[in-house]
């Protein structure tokens, strides 16, 4: 019988042991990380127990970039045989370097993530994520080959070429971000393509942006595939930070190579197992670049309950947003996913949506720009008037806020094949 587990031992370490082992490695990163500039002064050479590590100061996204190009590196530059950098989503991008063995480590994670969803070596990827420095492209590639499925490297965009890769090569699994795949699926319509009954997707990874359940549900209908949720950031690696496993329920991140500390992002004190906060995260592997207590801006919980499928590693919930994503929309908070979940739940919605906010006079405004699906957009006035009420109803009963809904056609939307840009907060360039 087949296998379960890329890695059953240290997948299912028990507690104890697997805490013991995070104490071994945090003292071994401590010392490597004590050869690079950025931490000389700032760390101790070892300590006692887990619970000191609070005592040492966050790193930020901030001190990554003032310490380019090396500031961060704890070995000699020529054992760096790979940098990658962030997307930027917020702000300049930052810079990792990666050793041979940091490669190989990364590419073992990748392959046990993308294991427990259920892929094997007869399975056929194909990765529609960007190749370059981006780490979604490179990062699951080398995953995907250390398991022995076959790798198309489609990169993103294009999306004719990703359909007729998928058709030419039987592909199984995809991995894409949501917002390209809710783009794609309109593609393969007017290409007259069914993907549920013309391809053979079975399994997506889907990631590195924002998303909502409602999403998942839509996109898992529209080409009935399993979509699992994929978690990473470049800082930490890139893709194969946490995953979920077939539960569907939070993802497992990988404990033997992190450490995870949830804190309140305004005060920095360390939450409970169940509380939300800003996810912190430190290095245990990591080798050219270890990173001590960063602050990764993404804000979720850890569930405190174990999972069923045997893994001991705790799970993440889905992530909610950035904390610098929180809009304040005349003094009330809200993250775009909560505008999301919402849209994504009305059937009539289409795959695309848009959220502008600007000021009239001293009050916020914010406006959001609705595709249609198409058949309802040819079809009765008062239906799409209908649907305008039942949008804005909906939005503010869930989000308390009253937003100006606006319907659109169809496409019309600015299409992403990356990451998507949800929100256009045109307030800073009003102001006077
Ligand atoms: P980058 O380092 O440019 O790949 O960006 C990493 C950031 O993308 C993370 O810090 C998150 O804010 C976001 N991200 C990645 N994966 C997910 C996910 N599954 N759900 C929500 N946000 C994600
Ligand atoms: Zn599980």
């Known amino acids: 019988m087949d296998r379960e587990f890329w890695n059953k031992e240290i997948e299912t370490l028990d507690r104890k042991r697997l805490e013991e082992l995070q104490l071994e490695r945090l003292n071994d990163t401590l010392a490597r990380a004590k050869k690079s500039e950025f931490y000389r002064n700032r760390i101790p050479e070892r300590v006692e127990s887990l619970a000191e590590l609070q ?26 045989v790979r940098v990658h950098s962030s997307s930027g989503t917020t702000g300049q991008a930052t810079v990792i370097y990666h050793t041979r063995k940091d490669i190989e480590n990364w590419a073992d994670l990748v392959a046990r993530c993308m294991y427990m969803t259920g892929v094997r070596k007869n399975d056929v990827f194909q990765n529609m994520m960007g190749y370059g420095l981006f780490t979604g492209g490179l990062g699951l590639h080398y995953g995907s080959e250390k398991l022995g499925s076959l790798t198309i490297p489609a990169s993103s965009g294009n999306s004719k070429r990703q359909i007729m890769l998928m058709k030419n090569f039987n592909t199984t699994v995809v991995h894409i971000t949501p917002s390209y795949a809710l783009h794609l699926y309109t593609i393969m319509l007017d290409e007259g393509i ?3 009954r013309d391809l053979k997707l079975k399994i997506a990874f889907l990631g590195a942006e924002p998303y909502t359940e409602e999403t998942r549900k839509r996109l898992e209908e529209l080409y009935g595939f399993d979509a699992f949720n994929s978690y990473g950031l470049s800082e930490m690696n890139g893709p194969g930070v946490a995953f979920e496993c077939r539960n569907k329920d939070g993802m497992h991140l990988w404990e033997d190579h992190y450490i995870i500390e949830v804190i309140d992002p305004v005060t920095g004190e360390v939450l409970r197992d169940g509380e939300e906060g800003e996810l912190v995260l430190t290095t245990l592997m990591r080798e050219g670049m270890p990173i001590i207590r960063y602050r990764t801006g993404d804000i979720t919980r850890v569930y405190p309950e174990p999972c069923s499928c045997g893994r001991t590693h705790r799970r993440i919930s889905r992530i909610k947003g950035r904390s610098d994503d929180m809009l304040i929309i005349n003094g009330v908070n809200l993250y775009p996913m909560q505008i999301e979940k919402v849209l994504m739940g009305i ?55 009253k937003p100006h809904v606006i319907l659109v056609e169809p496409n019309s939307l600015p299409k992403s094949e990356g990451k998507a840009v949800r929100v256009i907060d045109k307030r800073k360039s009003q102001e006077v």
């Open 55 to 80: 005592d040492i100061p966050f790193t930020t996204k901030d001190d990554l970039r003032k310490s380019f190009p090396f500031g961060m590196v704890a070995v000699d530059p020529s054992e760096l």
């Open 194 to 196: 069914d993907p549920r």
């Open 347 to 401: 059937p009539e919605v289409g795959n695309n949506y848009l959220i502008e906010i600007d000021k009239v006079g001293y009050l916020d405004r914010i406006n959001v720009k609705v595709e249609v699906r198409p058949e309802i957009f040819k079809g009765d006035v008062r239906d799409l008037e209908n649907l305008k009420h039942k949008i804005i109803e909906e939005l503010k009963t869930n989000v308390l806020v």
